[in-house]
């Protein structure tokens, strides 16, 4: 990984604010206000992670298919279970889950299967 902040992940935060500045001018997008964000958590999350692991503290670092699926469950567990009963703000929502599971699938094999595909050995 470079030490460029990836231009997908700039992409993301975003779309992150503009569905924020859109919710807050009352203006809701169905999918794209509700599931797009979910989607996209995990992928950032995770690019994130990755980032921080390898760019700050050095270290040779690449999220694993356990690491997706773990970060899906804890993000699941915080935004739809632990939140929602914290605050009104929140509520819990199975699509929601399974944005977040669906993100982390594409974002993995995205970035460790379809790129290393891709990749070729030159001399």
Do not use: Q
């Amino acid at each position: 990984m470079k030490n460029k902040i990836s231009y997908w992940f700039l992409l993301g935060i975003a779309a992150w604010l503009l569905i924020i500045f859109l919710r807050k001018k009352g203006i809701i997008i169905p999918v794209i206000s509700n599931h797009l964000t979910d989607c996209i958590t995990v992928p950032m999350y995770t690019y994130l992670i990755e980032y921080l692991m390898n760019n700050i503290l050095g270290y040779h670092w690449k999220p694993d298919f356990k690491f997706i699926l773990s970060s899906t469950l804890y993000l699941s567990i915080l935004f739809e279970v632990i939140c929602p009963m914290l605050s009104e703000k929140f509520a819990g929502d199975i699509l929601d889950v399974l944005a977040y599971l669906a993100g982390g699938i594409v974002y993995y094999f995205f970035r460790n299967r379809l790129l290393s595909f891709f990749k070729c050995d030159r001399i």
